[in-house]
Nanobody
Framework: QVQLVESGGGLVQPGGSLRLSCAAS????????MGWYRQAPGKQREPVAV???????NYVDSVRGRFTISRDSAKKMVYLQMNNLKSDDTAVYYC?????????WGQGTQVTVSS
């Protein structure tokens, strides 16, 4: 059974940084694309960043150059380094595993950017 557990969210001022972590258990990490999604109040969940099993990355335009996704296959961990945070980044952030078209989700971690 796949279990994704996020951590690292919190309250940060505009311009600040946070690092989100996702621990994947029961995952076939070697074949899965991992990603981070977010959902702001009143909005649909949207992809933020993804990383393939070969390390290729892609980002939504609004975070490109500010966020960095990475993965540690040995530890089955996925990270999202978020720099220069803006109020528009406020959302619940979800870790996602895409295993050949089957999606798995974590419970989410709240990120609030506010002064």
């Amino acid at each position: 059974q796949v279990q994704l557990v996020e951590s690292g969210g919190g309250l940060v001022q505009p311009g600040g940084s946070l690092r989100l972590s996702c621990a994947a258990s029961g995952s076939i990490f070697s074949i899965s694309t991992m990603g981070w999604y977010r959902q702001a109040p009143g909005k649909q969940r949207e992809p933020v960043a993804v990383i393939t099993n070969r390390g290729m990355t892609n980002y939504v335009d609004s975070v490109r150059g500010r966020f960095t996704i990475s993965r540690d296959s040995a530890k089955k961990m996925v990270y999202l380094q978020m720099n220069n945070l803006k109020s528009d980044d406020t959302a619940v952030y979800y870790c996602n595993e895409n295993r050949l078209g089957t999606y798995y989700w974590g419970q989410g971690t709240q990120v609030t950017v506010s002064s």
